[in-house]
Structure formats: C-alpha cells, structure tokens
C-alpha cells in the first residue's frame, strides 16, 4: 500500500487507546499519518472527533480516516452526515475489505471496547490494502451520494 496523502486519524475517550495503537502499527508500516485527537481518555464528545476527521478527507489534506469510539457507531454515524463521507463501522477484516471495494469507503470506524489493538490493527490493515473496484458499483456508490439531497 502506498498513499500519497496521509491518513486522518480521530478519537474520543473510547476510542483513544485504539487510536494510539493503531498510530504504532502506521509507524510500523510506514504509512502517513494525521492524528486529529484526542490526546487522552479524559472525556471529550465523539461528535466533535468525527468532524476533525472527516473535514481533513473533505478539504484533501487526507486521503482516508480511520476513526474510534466506545462502540465505532457514534462516531460513524456523524461521519456518515458529513457531505462525501461514506463510513463504515467494523470489527471484522471481511467487512473492512470490502467496504472499500465495494463502497468505496473513505472512512473506517472502530470501537475500541469491541475490538482489541491485534484485531483492531488487521482490520487496518485490510482497509488500506484493499481497492474500489468501480464497475458495477460505481452506479451504486453515484445513487448513495445523491442520498445526501434528501
Ligand atoms: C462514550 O462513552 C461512548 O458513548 C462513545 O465512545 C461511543 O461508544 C458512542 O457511540
């Protein structure tokens, strides 16, 4: 995998210790990276992490983001209200790989109570290998974005 842009990466309290293990394995594989915050586990709002993240995939300062909360779902769900953004919330590889393949998914979300740093690090690694594959999807991925207007 090679990416020309960096990769935004965004947490709440939830999702914090994820966020920093999954910054460790970037390192390691020498992909770029953002780190939008937060910076702790002190409690902060999901909302406001989603916003940083994604803002920095619709300006194009990032190529994808990589986002985490308690559970992933909050914070896919304000990723997914955000113009272009199309996130999905994981815990398995299966799902990670073809949601970029199929839905050309420009934000993955993970909750870092539901999966560990081992799990968490894989399905990474299945999200940033794996390619839209355009074709028939494109059609789809047109009729889902304008689901925006409604
Ligand atoms: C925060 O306690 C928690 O609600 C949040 O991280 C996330 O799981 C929300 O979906």
Known sequence: MKFDKPIALAADHGGYELKEAVKAHLDEIG???IDYGTDSTASVDYPDYAEKGCKAVQDGTCCLAILCCGTGVGISMCANKMKGIRACCCSDT????LTRRHNDANALCMGGRVVGAGLGCKIVD???NAEFE???HQKRIDKMMALENH
């Open 134 to 136: 355009g074709g028939r």
């Open 31 to 33: 992909v770029p990276y």
């Open 126 to 128: 299945a999200f940033l």
């Open 94 to 97: 299966f799902s990670a790989e």
